[in-house]
């Protein structure tokens, strides 16, 4: 695929999210702000997971609407009623990601480093498309497995080896 190709998908992707929000803006009552579509646009220019300090720093740095820490938390909880943001709690951290057109991932939480690695399994997808849940219809799903990065196992192994 072409960077020509990507750049127009991912104009499609932020055309069809701002126009989600402007529809639940107006179902719900809620304004039309300059600043929620600019941290909108950001969040979806974003690849991967963020936290609200990224988001803030990202948009300081890119010289887009300088918005508050506050003003940012509550757009994100705006944004995920919308459903185009996720929250995944990480061990003590809040981290978000793109909603809309995102692919199904699991993730790997490192509990020393904190480090979250996203992967994709075929195999794990399937089984989780096969299982059968009893009076339950699921839209969609997050798997996290905690463990030890290699980083670090390779480091507690160096200290061992130190003492």
């Not at 939480?109 to 690695?117: A, L, S």
Request: hydrophobic share 35%.
């Amino acid at each position: 695929m072409t960077a020509e190709l990507k750049s127009v998908m991912e104009e499609n992707v932020k055309d069809k999210v701002k126009q989600i929000l402007t529809e639940y803006l107006q179902v719900n009552g809620h304004r039309k702000t300059p600043e929620r579509y600019a941290i909108l646009d950001t969040i979806y220019s974003i690849k991967g997971h963020f936290d609200i300090d990224t988001l803030y720093n990202y948009m300081a740095n890119e010289g887009k609407f300088r918005v508050s820490r506050a003003t940012l938390y509550n757009t994100i909880i705006l944004f995920i009623d919308a459903k185009l943001v996720i929250k995944h709690q990480f061990g003590n951290s809040s981290q978000y990601e793109r909603a809309y057109n995102n692919e199904t991932h699991h993730h790997m939480i490192c509990m020393e480093c904190g480090k979250v690695t996203e992967f994709q399994d075929e195999n794990l997808k399937q089984a989780i498309a096969d299982t059968k849940l009893k009076k339950f219809h699921a839209s969609h799903y997050s798997l996290y497995i905690y463990g030890v990065c290699s980083k670090c196992t390779w480091a507690k192994r160096r200290k061992k080896k130190d003492k």
